[in-house]
């Protein structure tokens, strides 16, 4: 079992840069793709991101394709999301989560609880 907590949203002006941070816990870490998502109230989860469990391969929305990279650190249980060029469309919670590699968010097990991005324009 996996235990995740985000970290690193708040209020930011658009074009600033964020960078969210989701550590986890336990000793299977390297065993999961991670995966980062987002949701703003009234709508579905929306995919933003996913990596493999070694950091080896990335895959992204389009909607964010460019200006945001992810990436991971199994020495420190910890996988980021840089986040770049902010628009006001970016603005939602975003979920860390883990499980395996790809877009759907039933392919993933472990959520974590959110952190919320707000971009003012």
């Known amino acids: 079992q996996v235990q995740l907590v985000e970290s690193g949203g708040g209020l930011v002006q658009a074009g600033d840069s964020l960078r969210l941070s989701c550590a986890a816990s336990g000793r299977t870490f390297s065993s999961y793709a991670m995966g980062w998502f987002r949701q703003t109230p009234g709508k579905e989860r929306e995919f933003v991101s996913t990596v493999t469990r070694t950091g080896a391969s990335t895959y992204y929305a389009d909607s964010v394709k460019g200006r945001f990279t992810m990436s991971r650190d199994n020495a420190k249980n910890t996988v980021y999301l840089q986040m770049n060029s902010l628009k006001p469309e970016d603005t939602a919670v975003y979920y860390c989560?883990?499980?395996?590699?790809?877009?759907?968010?039933?392919?993933?097990?472990?959520w974590g609880q959110g952190t919320q991005v707000t971009v003012s324009s």
């Open positions: 989560a883990a499980g395996s590699f790809g877009s759907r968010s039933t392919a993933y097990s472990y």
